[in-house]
């Protein structure tokens, strides 16, 4: 489902700063997490500014790529820089404004699991900046990676980042303080805020990688650890079976 530019601050901040060089400030609340900000700016980093996990999967894209979840663009626009033809797809037709304005050149108002991309076949899918989240909660993985394999051309391979959100749960003795009857530790959920903007709230997944490496399994694709990252997260690689 796509969003209405009224119900979508993170969209409406990503064109302020397009659109005039700065924004004011999105907010991030949670049910589980203090109240958060992210820097817009931060929306817009040029691939030096790419934590080293993004840099690595830009090195590994081959062939067509499929950006999924966009954003302002930052990772299409460092992939067209080499050469490389992108899908740029979001929800969000501010954020896909925006991305046409920057210059890249296939910004596509679309969702994930719309049936515009029914049929396309894909080098590579990105999902970056803990991408897997579209998932929103860990039963919806399967639906996602069995997407992603539909989208796949033979030999293609998807790239995404995530974080294992166990540290948050551990007390100072390593102890895991979760109740499994509370469901998976890594579904989350959200609210964004910008200006007069709230957004709806929604849920957002961050996976540990052995169960993403199982869900992967089950699903016919195989999923390797490309890198670890700085804060409990990483890098996979999954491709079909
Ligand atoms: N990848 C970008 C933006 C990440 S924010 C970056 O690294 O900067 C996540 C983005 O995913 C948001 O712009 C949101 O609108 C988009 N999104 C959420 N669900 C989606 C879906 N089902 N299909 C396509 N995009 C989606």
Redesign the pocket.
């Known amino acids: 489902m796509l969003?209405s530019p009224n119900l979508d601050p993170?969209?409406q901040a990503i064109w302020d700063y397009a659109s005039t060089g700065h924004a004011g400030t999105l907010r991030v609340l949670s049910s589980m997490f203090d109240d958060d900000e992210i820097p817009v700016a931060t929306?817009f980093r040029t691939e030096l500014q790419m934590p080293p996990l993004e840099r690595m999967a830009l090195n590994l894209c081959r062939g067509h790529v499929l950006?999924?979840?966009?954003?302002?663009g930052?990772?299409s626009l460092a992939l067209q820089d080499r050469d490389i033809e992108v899908c740029s797809?979001?929800?969000?037709p501010l954020?896909t404004r925006a991305r046409t304005l920057r210059g890249v050149r296939d910004a596509r108002c679309?969702?994930?699991?719309g049936q515009e991309l029914d049929g396309m076949r894909f080098d590579t899918i990105v999902l970056?900046?803990n991408?897997l989240g579209?998932a929103g909660t860990l039963d919806r993985l399967p639906s996602l990676l069995n997407r992603c394999k539909a989208l796949l051309a033979p030999g293609g391979r998807v790239l995404a980042d995530s974080s294992d959100l166990r540290y948050v749960f551990e007390d100072e003795d390593g102890n895991f303080d979760w109740d499994p009857a509370e469901g998976y530790y890594g579904e989350v959920d959200y609210q964004m805020v910008y200006k007069q903007c709230k957004g709806q709230p929604f849920d957002w997944l961050y996976v540990d990688f052995d169960t993403l490496l199982r869900t992967a399994q089950q699903c016919g694709l195989v999923a390797r650890k490309v890198a670890d990252g700085e804060h409990y997260d990483y890098l996979a690689e999954l491709k079909a079976l």
């Not at 950006?67 to 302002?72: E, L, P, Y």
């Open positions: 969003l993170m969209g929306l950006d999924v979840g966009a954003g302002a930052c990772h797809i979001d929800i969000s954020s679309t969702d994930f699991w970056l900046m991408g579209i």
